[in-house]
């Protein structure tokens, strides 16, 4: 049963480490012999080499564990017996970012792609995340489209935290193994807390704050990844990629976004939010430039917009992109003879309820998974070249 206190002072800000270089060396992750190496370059992680990889890319999953282990198992990376154990082989998954608002599970969610992560490196592959829009709002403390589960879920994590002494790995890689039964003991309290609605709600804000401030142990977290990410011949972002976005450098994007979220700045009186990622219409995580339905443009403009993103395309090196964002109600697809990849389905219930979808890129070709079934055969998958 979770306990009712919370000792505040137990969490200072975690060590915060060293200024990031301007230049982040390449890292050669843990593979397994029979496959070629994965090289990963930038810190946070922005040009990554995968040869011969079969790539899995996920969309918007806001809190929704249950649709998130759905879509994870239909590509075919993560057991169906629950015991959330990596399946993919040397499969790399890519996740879209807005893991956070709209539903309940956000840390669980968060908890399950890292260890993932750890165990998809022992066979090979990889797991990697870029940052949505709703990561860096919650970084900024905009809480509006917070569900009052997700208050919830961090005053139980940081006392889940307090049992491990602190212990943050340990605690983190553990969360989701045990979230389930914290959010039911919680559920059985709520004949105990209903007069004080008020002060539960007030921890489950103060909570928040603290893990996701800039420097905050959960923001810290977010940190380690970046807004845009280049994986072979393919672009991964939330929103979308403008040719000012790349020459303004893509890595440095990266760096000055996870730099401010660790809370590290170069005048520590100064934090500065770095406005061309992270706000906005048109920034890498607000960008809905290639999401919006064609029909909204007239033909003229569908041309502009093509021509942007070839320019874009083109500027990076990369063949095409894939970004999430804007729910797309016909499903997973792509426009701009396929250059752009729109993979949003709005699967959780906090926004469409709809029913997952993912992308699978093999040899530089994209199909879409639309159920289980799609993965062992093929006639039952849209293909594009």
């Excluded at 629950?82 to 879209?96: A, E, H, I, S």
């Excluded at 996870?258 to 219409?281: C, K, Q, V």
Aim: proline share 4%.
């Amino acid at each position: 049963m979770a306990k009712l206190s919370l000792n505040w002072s137990a969490f200072p800000l975690p060590y915060q480490s060293p200024r990031l270089t301007q230049t982040s060396p390449c890292s050669t992750l843990s593979i397994a012999k029979a496959s070629k190496p994965i090289v990963v370059c930038g810190n946070p992680p922005t040009f990554v080499s995968a040869p011969g990889r079969r790539i899995v890319a996920v969309g918007d999953l806001h809190g929704d564990l249950a649709q998130a282990r759905c879509a994870l198992e239909m590509a075919g990376v993560l057991s169906s017996n629950g015991q959330n154990l990596w399946t993919g082989g040397d499969t790399v998954l890519v996740q879209l970012g807005d893991i956070l608002d709209r539903g309940e599970d956000e840390i669980a969610i968060l908890s399950l792609l890292r260890s993932l992560d750890i165990q998809a490196k022992a066979s090979g592959g990889a797991v990697f995340q870029v940052n949505g829009n709703h990561e860096t709002m919650n970084v900024e403390g905009d809480f509006r489209y917070v569900d009052s589960g997700a208050f919830d879920e961090c005053t139980d994590f940081l006392e889940y935290l307090d049992d491990y002494g602190g212990n943050w790995e340990e605690a983190f890689l553990g969360w989701v193994g045990v979230s389930e039964k914290w959010k039911e003991d919680r559920k059985m309290l709520q004949n105990y807390w209903g007069p004080w609605n008020l002060v539960k709600k007030q921890k489950g804000v103060i909570a928040r704050s603290i893990l996701l401030r800039p420097g905050g142990l959960l923001a810290c977290e977010l940190a380690r990844h970046a807004v845009v990410l280049k994986i072979d011949d393919w672009v991964f972002c939330h929103g979308g990629l403008l040719p000012h976005h790349v020459a303004y450098g893509i890595e440095r994007m990266n760096r000055e976004v996870s730099h401010w979220m660790r809370g590290l700045t170069e005048n520590d009186n100064d934090r500065p939010i770095p406005f061309i990622a992270t706000r906005g219409y048109d920034s890498v995580v607000w960008n809905r430039l290639y999401s919006r339905d064609v029909s909204d443009f007239a033909d003229y403009q569908n041309n502009q917009i093509y021509s942007l993103l070839e320019e874009t395309l083109q500027a990076v090196g990369a063949k095409a992109m894939v970004v999430g964002h804007t729910p797309q109600t016909v499903g997973v697809n792509c426009k701009y003879d396929c250059s752009i990849w729109r993979i949003d389905v709005g699967m959780s219930s906090g926004v469409l309820n709809s029913r997952p979808e993912v992308l699978e890129i093999r040899d530089n070709t994209a199909r879409v998974i639309r159920s289980k079934r799609d993965r062992f055969n093929e006639r039952q998958v849209v293909d594009y070249t």
